[in-house]
């Protein structure tokens, strides 16, 4: 083999999967036929859940640096400030959940912050190299490429969008619609004379939820904009006039747009591929799955996809690269409807449009009846996300339990006295040693509500794989 996996598409989902690979010293190789990197806002939400996710990877510094949390949303009708909102509610981490609000960063930083960290497992991006084809064995998949070269790797991963080579050379249908009756404007331009500690949305005095909104983008001059477009609107104006001219009918003036990095028309493209695996070929973000951009989940579902495809393939048993499919093409069916809703909340002028709740975190995302999670009852049952929780080890210094997770393995949690391979968490007023961690704020046996001499296997992507009393 010239490589153990080869990855079509270097997007946040591609990225996610090579590092994974990387880290578990996965010779991996990962491709995309644009010749420059995007530079773009696109995916700019992050969810709480894609947050943990960064944590493990270990990108998660620089995306909290770079990017910002939520900000008020000013709503403007006829030149005037009309009212203020929040699109997330702010809620307080608690010792389970460290990240609880969404955090935005433009699509194109998340993706060199990605770059830069797979760089330094010595992978680094192919650009201009195109899948041109492939053929699979019981033994591989040989891939060509436009470079003229052809590759043997084990497993092909087609990361590679909506418009997915990939998906179409194997022939598996993306079910679902283009409803081209509903079309937005989206880009990123300059906009002098808007706040950047807001974003904006201007309303029709007509009809105030139909309008234009303006979201500041973190670390960038520009803001991201987005408008529904009416029946008398051309897709051809997505030229900077005419993005000026349609803002200025709804502001009254007083703002100048300029550096216009991207604009296109969007159209609601919500379909889910039949299948995510043919053979040794598995399909993984917007190839398996496209979604409206209401709610910010396309990519985090995509980064997702990654991190549970990834210690899969590295470990290779039939088991594990089965259970890929079953386990994320049910979250990828949920996901879709989450967005979709809220997609159906703009077209009918729902005033809470603008709102993401719970459902968007993904937090509560969970295998339970998948095949690696067998029954189990209580509050936290296999196929779970494990919580996190502060600990205290025997030299009195404090452990997350996302720490004892963190990187390509299982973790096992023992809970009481007992022999333990992995970690053993004793009980709030229990004196350590060794490797013992002590619970002393009682969060660790509250949240995996279990009794003493239970042990919880962790999969080394953060979900329960067991508990065992």
Do not use: C
């Not at 509050?379 to 720490?403: C, H, M, Q, Y």
């Amino acid at each position: 083999m010239d490589t153990r996996v080869l990855i079509a598409g270097a997007g946040p989902t591609g990225l996610t999967l090579a590092i994974e690979l990387a880290r578990r010293d996965v010779a991996v190789r990962i491709i995309d036929k644009a010749e420059t990197f995007f530079a773009g806002s696109r995916g700019d939400g992050l969810q709480p859940r894609t947050l943990e996710v960064f944590e493990d990877l270990g990108v998660l510094d620089a995306v909290l640096a770079q990017g910002a949390a939520p900000v008020p949303m000013r709503i403007h009708v006829g030149g005037e400030v009309v009212g203020e909102r929040m699109v997330f509610d702010v809620v307080d981490p608690t010792p389970d959940r460290p990240y609880t609000t969404g955090w935005f960063l433009g699509q194109s930083q998340t993706e060199g912050i990605l770059r830069d960290r797979l760089a330094e497992f010595g992978v680094r991006v192919e650009p201009a190299t195109a899948l041109t084809g492939f053929e699979q064995d019981a033994d591989g998949v040989t891939a060509t490429l436009s470079t003229g070269e052809t590759v043997r790797a084990e497993y092909l991963v087609g990361a590679d969008g909506g418009k997915s080579f990939v998906r179409k050379a194997l022939g598996i249908a993306f079910e679902g619609t283009t409803d081209e009756s509903i079309r937005m404007l989206l880009g990123d331009v300059h906009a002098e004379g808007l706040d950047r500690g807001y974003g904006h949305w201007f309303g029709a005095p007509d009809d105030p939820m139909r309008g234009m909104m303006f979201s500041p983008l973190p670390g960038t001059p520009w803001f991201q904009f987005g408008s529904p477009l009416g029946d008398g609107d051309l897709d051809t104006e997505t030229a900077l006039p005419a993005i000026q001219a349609r803002l200025d009918a709804l502001s009254g003036g007083g703002i100048t747009l300029s550096d216009l990095a991207w604009s296109t028309v969007w159209r609601p493209n919500v379909r889910l591929a039949a299948r995510f695996r043919d053979g040794r070929v598995f399909l993984a973000g917007d190839s398996a799955h496209v979604h409206p951009p209401t709610g910010g989940q396309g990519l985090n579902t995509g980064v997702q996809d990654a991190y549970n495809l990834g210690w899969k393939l590295a470990d290779g048993s039939p088991e594990l690269l089965d259970s890929y499919e079953a386990e994320r093409r049910t979250v990828a069916a949920r996901v879709l409807g989450v967005s979709t809703g809220l997609m159906q909340k703009y077209v009918d002028g729902d005033e809470d449009a603008h709102r993401r709740g719970e459902e968007t975190q993904q937090l509560d995302i969970s295998y339970r009846g998948g095949p690696l999670s067998p029954a189990g009852d209580g509050a936290l049952r296999p196929g779970d996300r494990a919580p996190d929780s502060p600990l205290t080890d025997a030299n009195g210094k404090r452990v997350r339990l996302f720490e004892l997770f963190r990187g390509p393995h299982a973790t096992r949690l023992v809970f009481g006295d007992g022999p333990a391979e992995g970690y053993r968490i004793l009980p709030a007023g229990s004196v350590a040693t060794g490797t013992d961690l002590v619970d002393d704020g009682g969060h660790a046996y509250a949240a995996y509500d279990v009794k003493p001499g239970a042990e919880v296997l962790v999969r080394p992507d953060g979900y329960v794989w067991s508990i065992t009393a």
